[in-house]
């Protein structure tokens, strides 16, 4: 698979409550820039359609990710935002995982966001 394109994963930790049960902020870290393979959605496709906190929303890209470039220490359930880049490292925007999948015969991780 040809990659085309960066990603970078922002990982919230932590957070919850204190021992007073006063809500605690996660702390949000940046993973390093990855390469990945990005491809552009069919926005009149209802496979990409996703509801999201009450409002359908478009997914944007579809994002496929080598397993052997993932960070050893990052959890699958934490990815919930990234930040995508073009082939230049210019930034395309910040979204939210829309779905996530392991494709273990491919060895990559599948991302639609």
């Not at 702390?27 to 820039?33: A, E, G, K, P």
């Not at 496979?47 to 929303?57: C, K, L, S």
Request: contains cysteine; charged residues 20%; glycine residues 6%.
């Amino acid at each position: 698979m040809v990659n085309n394109g960066y990603v970078q994963f922002k990982i919230a930790s932590g957070g919850g409550f204190d021992l007073e049960g006063n809500p605690v902020a996660p702390v949000i870290t940046l993973s390093d820039i990855i390469e990945c393979n990005l491809s552009v959605t069919n926005k009149a496709s209802k496979q990409y359609r996703f509801t999201v906190d009450g409002e359908d929303t478009l997914s944007t890209y579809i994002i496929y990710v080598n397993i052997k470039l993932l960070p050893v220490e990052l959890d699958m359930n934490d990815i919930q935002h990234l930040i995508i880049f073009d082939n230049r490292q210019n930034v395309l925007g910040e979204f939210r995982v829309q779905s996530k999948n392991w494709l273990e015969m491919m060895h990559h991780l599948k991302l639609i966001v």
